[in-house]
């Protein structure tokens, strides 16, 4: 069985814990990077900056993005996400502490996969995180990542 990635773009070091606590209840083998805000999740996603020499080709299965992030917000991280080939068809879930009606609106407009309000109660949430990677590490099917490296280099 391949070891999948999942991306967890978080700020807050204690939902980074929750996040991490939930996810390791899950029986697939897996491995959860964290990043602390927008620059550093794409400088992982294209291997540059602290990233730079890892393999970008080697995606992550999924990706639980925040909104609220400093230096690049979750909603510009995601439209440059969409906008490159190489990441455009990456499963994103936004995991975020906005109920804001516009947020939700401008994610999915943006091609999130899911958006999820974080629950306040400490179980709820780490029983929602773990429902969540459930479901996208265990039942979904995502795309080969070839699909999207194709036509990196002169994407249209």
Known sequence: ?????????????????????????????????????GVEALDYLFGVGTYAGRDPAIAPHLILLDLKLPRLDGLEVLRRMRSDPRTALLPVVVLTTSNEDQDLIDSYRLGANSYVCKPVD????????????????VWNEIPPVQVGWENSENPE
């Open 122 to 137: 400490f179980g709820q949430f780490v029983q929602a995180v773990h429902q969540l990677g459930r479901y996208w590490l």
């Open 1 to 37: 069985m391949t070891r999948k990635v999942i991306l967890l773009v978080e700020d807050n070091p204690d939902e980074q814990v929750l996040t991490q606590m939930a996810l390791n209840k899950i029986d697939q083998a897996h491995e959860v990077v964290v990043v602390n805000d």
